[in-house]
């Protein structure tokens, strides 16, 4: 397997061209202690599978969840017949696809192959490139079903499960494939609905995408262009327009956004909601993006320009870059096409958890350092500083497929730029008595601050 060491050169290669800043949270130290262990590992790599290994090993230094190998279809093809998700550091079996003898809705999984599940999971993430422990839990547990989420590869044969209330049943596992996971779970990017009761709107966000976002990744090769997939996403500017429309005939007081289960996208979505709601500017994130040569490749016909004005390997600011590109800039390209005619005055509240990430991050710390509303909830998966948006592209040798990040942001309050978490400013949590009860704990809590206002 001598041949894998182009693909670890390539990567370092690419990895040093590209990231906006490698030592933001891995120090020059550790990254050459990494790297040269890399190097020598993958000298060694006796198959593809423990090169995988390796190469997570080596990015999960970095501590950038923008940066890391990304999952195949081949291990995505496969999963289990049930949703989990984890309560209070505990993790249930959310809904059950199909019947499995003795198994139920809200069931708590114990132990995986003899290991108690928490312990477990933490296993499973000791690989993940993620910045915060928390959203890493999140994700290992959310992704359960799915055969690519467990160390290795390794596919647990054996899960004890304890049913509400009642004793423990051994499940054995069989493997099968079931079809590849629905992007999203096939529900939309977003939904509206108007809460007569307590005169607020509730946006649940699932994803920062729409349309417009989803044809221009498949234009740039980023997703595989689906029909039905298309068809499932709405246009944004039109949504927001109704929505809008309707809080403000409406006379509504509030409007809720849940942000807990999105992990990003577009952030100039988020620009575009805050449109309808302040007069004046807004104080907006600093940053640069890194110009690099495959920065430059995947974006040609925009970032190409900038090579005119800029050398490769420039940090290029985004005053600069907007400068340049004009209307072929990523924030005019998304930019509202008809400005809001009146402004929603009503007070904005925010739904957050270590699922809220990236794009989605950035929009809650929006809200938060221009003061536009009320964060409720968890700690986001990161502190709204630091690297974001990835490039993607594959190791010549083995195929691997990676994300790399070429963009770094700091949040608009400067007194927030060395912060490691984007804090609510109401604490709240799920638990477990709660969810097996069926209810929502911290969208409950939220409801009942709405109605304060009426």
């Known amino acids: 397997m001598k041949k894998v060491l182009k693909d670890a050169e390539y990567l370092v290669h690419t990895l040093e061209t590209t990231h906006p800043d490698l030592f933001f949270r891995c120090s020059k130290r550790q990254y050459a202690v990494s790297r040269g262990k890399f190097m020598a590992e993958a000298a060694d790599a006796g198959s593809f599978a423990d090169f995988r290994r390796i190469t997570k090993d080596f990015l999960h230094c970095i501590h950038d969840g923008h940066t890391s190998v990304r999952f195949t279809p081949d291990f995505c093809g496969k999963r289990l017949p049930f949703d989990t998700a984890l309560v209070e550091d505990r993790l249930f079996i959310k809904r059950v696809l199909v019947p499995l003898p003795g198994i139920c809705d809200k069931a708590e999984i114990v132990s995986v192959d003899g290991i108690p599940i928490f312990k477990y999971l933490q296993q499973n993430i000791s690989l993940m490139s993620y910045e915060l422990k928390a959203r890493a839990l999140q994700n290992a547990a959310a992704f359960f079903s799915y055969a690519w989420a467990h160390l290795n590869g390794h596919l647990p044969l054996e899960v004890v499960i304890r049913v509400p209330y009642g004793k423990s049943v051994l499940l ?54 689906n029909i039905r997939e298309r068809c499932r996403l709405a246009d944004w500017e039109v949504f927001l327009r109704r929505m809008f429309s309707e809080l403000i005939a409406k006379g509504a007081k509030s409007l809720i956004i849940d942000l807990r289960h999105n992990t990003g996208g577009n952030s100039v979505l988020g620009e575009n909601l805050i449109a309808y709601m302040v007069k004046k500017p807004v104080k907006k994130f600093s940053g640069y993006i890194r110009l690099s040569p495959l920065l430059v490749k995947s974006y040609s016909e925009k970032y190409g320009k900038l090579l005119k004005k800029f050398p490769l390997g420039s940090k290029v600011t985004l005053e600069q870059e907007n400068a340049v590109l004009g209307a072929d800039s990523f924030v005019a390209k998304f930019a509202l096409k008809e400005p809001p005619k009146k402004k929603f005055n009503g007070q904005i509240v925010l739904l957050t958890g270590s699922a809220t990430y990236s794009a989605a991050e950035t929009f809650a710390a929006l809200i938060k350092d221009n003061l536009l509303g009320i964060l409720i909830g968890e700690a986001t998966g990161n502190g709204g500083n630091g690297p974001i948006d990835s490039l993607y592209f594959r190791l010549p040798v083995s195929k691997l497929p990676i994300a790399v990040s070429f963009s770094f942001r700091l949040r608009p309050e400067v007194k927030e730029r060395s912060s490691r978490l984007l804090e609510p400013h109401i604490h709240k949590k799920q638990t477990v008595s709660d969810f097996l009860s069926g209810k929502d704990t911290i969208m409950e809590y939220a409801m009942k601050f709405c109605k304060k206002l009426i």
């Not at 649940?204 to 595989?224: A, L, N």
Request: charged share 25%.
């Open 172 to 225: 054995q596992l069989a493997w099968k494939k079931y079809g590849y996971p629905a992007p999203s779970g096939r529900e939309p990017a977003f939904a509206f609905k108007y809460l007569a009761n307590i005169r607020s709107g509730y946006l649940d966000w699932k994803q920062f995408i729409d349309r417009r976002t989803y044809d221009f990744y498949c234009g740039h090769g980023f997703m595989r262009k």
